[in-house]
Nanobody, 124 residues
């Protein structure tokens, strides 16, 4: 069964950094656009960042632009999200999701998520 395994979350203070990882299980990311989405309590899941299958295109939500960096290691079939200068409003469960389009898009509905996510909590 296809799924993703997210890791790297935790409890940090405002201004700290975390690096999230996402490994494919039962499927491969090699030909997919991959995105990170997040969901805070009581809120809808929202788009955070995405990277094309060939790493040529990356896009970010305005709220994380300049602080977060998405990357992928094709050999390891793993996608990362480096998060710097974390803020309390970044607190959420972060999901790694895949999409069929070759060019990343900002609409969260374009992405399919299989994993349990990883919790990121930022204290002030």
């Amino acid at each position: 069964q296809a799924q993703t395994v997210e890791s790297g979350g935790g409890l940090v203070q405002a201004g700290d950094s975390l690096r999230l990882s996402c490994a494919a299980s039962g499927r491969t990311f090699s030909s997919s656009t991959v995105g990170w989405l997040r969901q805070a309590p009581g809120k809808e899941r929202e788009f955070v960042a995405a990277i094309s299958w060939n790493r040529r295109n990356t896009i970010y939500a305005d709220s994380v632009k300049g602080r977060f960096t998405i990357s992928r290691d094709t050999a390891k079939d793993t996608v990362y999200l480096q998060m710097n200068s974390l803020k309390p409003e970044d607190t959420a469960v972060y999901y790694c999701c895949a999409a069929s389009m070759s060019t990343p898009r900002y609409y969260s509905g374009d992405y399919k998520c299989w994993g349990q996510g990883t919790q990121v909590t930022v204290s002030s």
